[in-house]
């Protein structure tokens, strides 16, 4: 059996609030190898943890985020917005790898000054970087791993083969350590062939426990979902399998 998939816990993962410390803990308790969250700026520049800019504030309001300072923002809210610092300190004092989700290029610059700060660049990585922000990362960023996020219409406008050796050769060309793919449009020949470019696969957001046994089955390198312990389980089912067969055969 291939080495079983990296397990990469989803924002908002086993039920908790997206962007939120439950959600963090839940992950580092359970075991999760990578956490992943999104990454954007407040009118300051601290990165916080956010998919939109747009946000609910207390009074019922709405709020843009890059309008809004980190002091300002915090005494808007219910409760304080977790700032990617705040976060990274867990995952060293883990030992754990975060999955940056890069919402904005202006995020770029201080993440990168950020976790140079930290000495954490080998507990962190970049995604959410479609080729042209992949080449704004490694301007910005280039002491930082990074994914590229695959173009999804070249795999609905070209021939299947075609659109995965685009994808292998522009993942190369801005030297990215591996593709990230949602789920769906992964085949195993897809597996192969980024394996033979010398990258890895990573896979997004996986719900079902089939598509977590065929995904680590083709050898993914990471799954993400929003419940790893479900994962887990099919983890430890497979390798339950794997070591039942070897002993049948012996």
Same mark, same amino acid.
């Given at each position: @059996?291939?080495?079983? &998939?990296?397990?990469?816990?989803?924002?908002?993962? %086993?039920?908790? &609030?997206?962007?939120?410390?439950?959600?963090? !803990?839940?992950?580092?308790?359970?075991? +999760?190898?990578?956490?992943?969250?999104?990454? #954007?700026?407040?009118?300051?520049?601290?990165?916080?943890?956010?998919?939109?800019?747009?946000?609910? =504030?207390?009074?019922?309001?709405?709020?843009?985020?890059? $309008?809004?300072?980190?002091?300002?923002?915090?005494?808007? @809210?219910?409760? &304080?917005?977790?700032?990617?610092?705040?976060?990274?300190?867990?995952?060293? $004092?883990?030992?754990?790898?975060?999955?940056?989700?890069?919402?904005?290029?202006?995020?770029?610059?201080?993440?990168?000054?950020?976790?140079?700060?930290? /000495?954490? +660049?080998? %507990?962190?990585?970049?995604?959410? *970087?479609?080729?042209?922000?992949?080449?704004?990362?490694?301007?910005?960023?280039?002491?930082?791993?990074?994914?590229?996020?695959?173009?999804? !219409?070249?795999?609905?406008?070209?021939?299947?083969?075609?659109? %995965?050796? !685009?994808? *292998?050769?522009? /993942?190369? $060309?801005? /030297? *990215?350590?591996?593709?990230?793919?949602?789920?769906?449009?992964? #085949? &195993?020949? =897809?597996?192969? +062939?980024?394996?033979?470019?010398?990258?890895?696969?990573?896979?997004?957001?996986? #719900?079902?426990?089939?598509? @977590?046994?065929?995904?680590? !089955?083709?050898?993914?390198?990471?799954?993400?979902?929003?419940?790893? /312990?479900?994962?887990?389980?099919?983890?430890? $089912? @497979?390798?339950?399998?794997?070591?039942?067969?070897?002993?049948?055969?012996?």
């Amino acid at each position: @059996m291939n080495k079983f &998939p990296l397990i990469t816990a989803h924002t908002g993962c %086993m039920g908790h &609030p997206d962007h939120s410390f439950e959600s963090l !803990q839940a992950a580092l308790t359970l075991g +999760a190898d990578i956490y992943e969250d999104d990454i #954007r700026l407040t009118r300051d520049g601290v990165p916080v943890l956010a998919h939109d800019d747009d946000i609910a =504030l207390a009074d019922g309001s709405r709020g843009s985020l890059a $309008e809004i300072t980190l002091k300002e923002l915090n005494a808007s @809210m219910s409760a &304080p917005i977790p700032t990617l610092q705040d976060v990274l300190e867990q995952i060293r $004092e883990a030992g754990k790898i975060m999955n940056l989700d890069i919402k904005t290029d202006s995020a770029l610059e201080p993440v990168s000054v950020l976790v140079e700060r930290m /000495g954490m +660049a080998e %507990m962190v990585f970049l995604s959410g *970087c479609e080729y042209g922000m992949a080449v704004k990362a490694g301007r910005y960023a280039p002491h930082i791993r990074r994914l590229l996020n695959v173009n999804i !219409q070249s795999f609905q406008s070209l021939r299947y083969d075609e659109a %995965m050796f !685009q994808a *292998c050769a522009e /993942g190369r $060309e801005v /030297g *990215c350590f591996g593709l990230n793919v949602p789920y769906q449009v992964v #085949r &195993p020949e =897809l597996a192969e +062939a980024v394996r033979r470019y010398g990258l890895d696969l990573y896979v997004w957001t996986v #719900r079902e426990a089939d598509d @977590m046994r065929r995904l680590a !089955q083709w050898g993914v390198n990471s799954i993400t979902t929003r419940d790893p /312990g479900k994962l887990i389980a099919v983890r430890g $089912e @497979m390798e339950y399998a794997e070591e039942n067969r070897d002993w049948t055969i012996s």
